[in-house]
């Protein structure tokens, strides 16, 4: 584990506001050179997202005058809805909570205790605002390469997410190129600072606003997330927690808030990073030239049938005085011995329709791949025919290919921070329940003794991560089948094979839900009851004929004591071996 960083060294005279404005400066800076690449994505594909200065949000003119034909609009929100119902639907489990043992996994109370919580999490992210955010958050993604999402604690519902759009924030990264800080902008109005922040802590501007009752004036505050590295471990509060939040009015000299959190607040997911870049690349910057020629070429293609059906005309100078009227059914004379000769086209247009259609739609499609368009909706534009499943599930698996290395950052960038934090909150809600501060029904029920001091570990079992999953279960298919059809001539080959571990990780991989995998404690139980009865009905089966043995061999024994009786031993004897009794 790397040591925290050291606390920045304090000039004379410097206030902790002055070090976290020199720093943004140095953030302001590095973000730069993105910006006029993400607004022609704007401009061209996304044109309601983004904020890139002050005073930009909640316009509603009109932002999409440079858009003739939207379909790399249309591919940008079926990327965003495949991510969505692929990843995080919810309408299904998307993540399991799994212990780093896999011996743990099959202890009774373990199993219960995590199904139990990973169902209230699911209560909580489904009553959360949650899935009404990540729908947005997945189309920046494709869109710029970069988007994020803050996450904070809320009374009622546990959690509260907020996302933020591009050009609305700026980030910054640690030494092992994770994000850690994030600077924004935020514009609110002056009763909406009251409200957050309370009267007291508000600035005098913004108070004699309140007082005045305009409260809808807008306030420009600024608001730094970053590790707290000048926090003392010790103490408990607010502002010595391990991540630090502060807000303050721009130009202002003192904090509207100064306080921190537990788990990382907020989750800013890149869709392809290259060395020490700090914002990611995108889909929508590889079809940007694309969305710009399919412009150009909805223009030309307009123009074209504009020229066919009402083309550009010649006529004698005489119709300069009487006019022309070009509407059907009517007449324009024309006087020939004037030196008119009528009406004419300057020249002959003959669009080539079907190419032109041709090439926009090659266009469409270069967008639709760029977009991952032909994954999400793969099923729907096949045949409905002729398909085999197992032809469906491989198509998915080649498709899958190009995803696969996004959906790993995701799960580092995105899920996982997620599911840390949403836990996080839950804990820090149950805990006075737990100790007895307070009484009632916790939120999560207190842990087993088996899981003191172990993390846990989140594995994903959503559309897509299945779908990845699908080759090692395509696996374990063929060696028990393999296994199964070598049994005939070889049965030994049995003994190679773990049913039951094969089982297991069949069911881990197809995320089916735990409860219905017995754990091995429960089977060896199961099979030494079973093993028990076996025994009893054995026995119970040959009890008659030992009954049988015994009286031939008491009988056996009263003939050798009776003298001349060897006749009447013989025959008991012989009669004994006929029952398949072992002789005496």
Not at 12 to 34: M, P, T, V
Not at 100 to 129: C, H, I, Q, Y
Not at 289 to 304: H, P, T, Y
């Amino acid at each position: 584990m790397s040591k925290p960083a050291k606390a920045p060294v304090k000039a004379a005279g410097e206030s902790k506001l002055d070090r976290y404005r020199l720093r943004i400066a140095g953030i302001r800076n590095s973000r730069s050179s993105w910006e006029a690449h993400w607004r022609d994505i704007q401009h061209y594909i996304s044109p309601r997202s983004g904020r890139f200065w002050l005073g930009d949000t909640n316009i509603g003119i009109k932002k999409s005058q440079r858009i003739i034909n939207n379909a790399p609009t249309q591919a940008s929100k079926t990327l965003a809805a495949g991510m969505m119902s692929g990843l995080t639907s919810p309408s299904r489990p998307w993540f399991r909570l799994m212990t780093p043992d896999p011996n743990m996994m099959e202890v009774g109370s373990v199993k219960l205790w995590l199904f139990t919580v990973e169902s209230r999490m699911r209560d909580v992210l489904a009553r959360s605002n949650l899935y009404q955010c990540l729908p947005n958050l997945y189309r920046e993604l494709g869109d710029y390469g970069t988007s994020l999402m803050l996450c904070e604690a809320d009374d009622a519902f546990v959690c509260r997410f907020a996302p933020l759009t591009i050009g609305s924030y700026w980030l910054a990264t640690n030494d092992k190129r994770e994000v850690d800080t994030v600077y924004r902008e935020v514009e609110m109005t002056v009763r909406q600072v009251v409200e957050k922040f309370g009267y007291e802590k508000c600035s005098g501007n913004v108070r004699s606003q309140f007082d005045a009752q305009h409260f809808e004036n807008r306030i420009t505050v600024d608001h730094l997330i970053q590790p707290n590295n000048e926090r003392n471990p010790k103490l408990l509060d607010a502002k010595n927690k391990p991540w630090s939040s502060c807000y303050w009015e721009r130009g202002q000299a003192q904090f509207l808030r100064e306080s921190g959190y537990t788990n990382k607040p907020f989750f800013a997911p890149r869709w392809d990073v290259l060395g020490d870049d700090i914002y990611g690349s995108s889909p929508g910057m590889d079809a940007l030239g694309d969305a710009k020629m399919l412009q150009v070429r909805e223009k030309q293609f307009a123009m074209a049938i504009d020229k066919h059906v009402d083309p550009p005309l010649v006529g004698g100078p005489d119709l300069r005085s009487s006019g022309v009227n070009a509407l059907p059914g009517t007449v324009t004379f024309a006087n020939p011995q004037a030196g008119g000769f009528g009406l004419q086209t300057i020249y002959q247009t003959t669009p080539d329709y079907q190419g032109a259609l041709q090439d926009k739609q090659d266009i469409i499609n270069r967008v639709r791949d760029v977009y991952y368009a032909n994954l999400f909706l793969m099923l729907d534009q096949q045949p409905q025919t002729g398909m085999t499943a197992t032809e469906v599930n491989e198509r998915v698996q080649e498709k899958m290919l190009a995803l696969g290395p996004v959906l790993e950052r995701l799960n580092n960038e995105l899920l996982d921070p997620l599911i840390d934090r949403v836990f996080g909150l839950m804990v820090e809600a149950s805990a006075p329940y737990w100790d007895g501060r307070l009484n009632g029904a916790p939120l999560l029920p207190p842990p087993p003794q088996e899981l003191s001091g172990m993390p846990l570990r989140v594995e994903y079992i959503s559309i897509l991560a299945q779908a990845q999953k699908s080759l090692q279960v395509g696996s374990i298919q063929q060696v028990l089948q393999f296994a199964a059809g070598a049994a005939s001539a070889f049965p030994q080959v049995l003994d190679k094979v773990d049913i039951d571990e094969a089982i297991d990780q069949y069911a881990t991989d197809l995320g089916a839900p735990p409860s219905i995998i017995v754990s091995d404690d429960k089977v060896k139980a199961i099979r030494a009851r079973k093993q028990q009865m076996q025994q009893q009905q054995q026995m119970a089966a040959m009890a008659p004929a030992y009954a049988q043995y015994a009286k031939a061999a008491k009988d056996a024994s009263a003939a050798q004591a009776t003298p001349g009786s060897l006749l009447g031993a013989a025959g008991a004897a012989i009669n004994a071996g006929q029952q398949g009794v072992p002789q005496p």
